[in-house]
Structures are given as C-alpha cells and as structure tokens.
C-alpha cells in the first residue's frame, strides 16, 4: 500500500535516525566519522586552599618566570614542593587582603618589580615566549606582580605597626654582625653614625618578615588546605576545577 501524507510527515522525526543507521550499516569502516581523540591532560589541581585551587600550571609559571630558583642541592622534587608551600602562603594573604578590600599599589612600582622580571632573560623574545608558555601576556603579569606587592604593601602598613628597632639593636648588630664581617671581607668598618639607618632598615626587614611568617602560620591555621600529593593512598581524588579568575582593580595612579 502506498504512504499516505500522514503517513511520510509522521516518519519525518525519524529520518535522522534512519539515515544514520544506514550510513553505520552501509558505508565502509575508512568512510565512517573517525573516533574522537582521547582527551589529553591540560592541567592537574596539587592544593586547594579554602576551595581555591592551585593547579601545576601556577607551579610551572613561577619555576618558568624564575620567580624562584632552586637552592643549592635541591633536587626538582623538592624545588617543586616549595614553589607549592609557597604559593599554598601566597594564596592565604591574597585571600585576607581580598577579604579587607585593601588599597592597589602605584603603577610605577609594578612597573618598575615588571622590569625586574623581564632582566632575567636576555631579549624581549625569550620573555614573550616564557610568558606565552604559562598563559600569560604582559597585562595578566602586571595583575600578578600588583597582587604580590599589594601583601608587601599590607605586612608593612598593618605588621610594619608591631615592629621597633632601638639604638641597642643597631648597635649590637654593628658589633657582632656588620664589623665581623666587614674585616673577614678586609674592609674597612666604617663608623657607626655613617651606617646606623641602613642596619635600622635591615633590621625592621628582618623582623617584618618574621611577623610576616607568624601572620601567615595564624592564616594557615584557619583555613581549609588540602594537598593532594599529601594525601594517603585511596585519599580523596583533586577536582576538576574550571578556574574563573577574577578581573583585576585597575592600579591606582
């Protein structure tokens, strides 16, 4: 018996279906859609500090950017797993700077912390190539180097309030620091009124960087971090994270 109209629109629907059973029936295997590839790992999450992920590629950027280099007879490993801690620290601050809204720096100090980092290699070239390599383009690297001074800015203006260097303190460094190891160089020591801001600077650094350290330790204490590669076997798997990086505060002029 012939179709009807009704008959054909109601078949209509399953043409697609039919057409493609037929094509996978018909044709030969070289002829049919190939496979699709196998998805290839892009990026894997190492930590998650207070569900904010810190994945390998912000490893690589730091080793690949020479933001910080090995120590001497440290293997790849271990240098690794500092960058990691350190980055673990980092994110700590950056997350209680957030949480205070605290003030952008100058865009002449980015520039100018920039422009050290762009030292490091020998020609514009190699930079450029270095930054395509770890996602970044010169913007994207400002906005990490003002986050970074933007801790530097806070532990000075917030910790820099708990620090006091003494006229004893400078003297006591003078004695049993600076003229040590100024006559093992065979230099001459010069007077101690010549030197006496520069040791209070060192010395306001040293501890700065020690109320730093116990800010830090207090952050850690508080928050959810999970290492993954601490994880015992059968631990719990990383995530699967699409990161969504927040816009950057233009700097402040």
Known sequence: MPLMGNDLRALIPLFPVLIASFLSVSLPAAAQAP???Q?????KVLAVVDEDPILK???DRVIKL???QPNPGENAEAFRRRVLDDLIEERLRFHEIDRFGFEQVPVDEIEKNVAKIRARFPDEASFQKALKEV?????KLRQLVARQLLVLTYVDERLGQRVFVSLDDIDRYYREVLTPEMKRRGQPVPPVEDVREDIREV???QRLTQEMEKWTQELRQR??????????KGGPLPPVVKRIEKPAKPPAP
């Open 39 to 43: 998805p290839v790992l892009q990026d």
């Open 203 to 205: 010395l306001k650094q």
């Open 135 to 139: 996602g970044l383009d010169a913007n």
């Open 66 to 68: 020479g933001l910080q």
């Open 223 to 232: 928050a959810d971090v999970i290492v993954y590669g601490d994880q015992p």
């Open 35 to 37: 496979k699709p590839a």
């Open 57 to 59: 590629s912000d490893v």
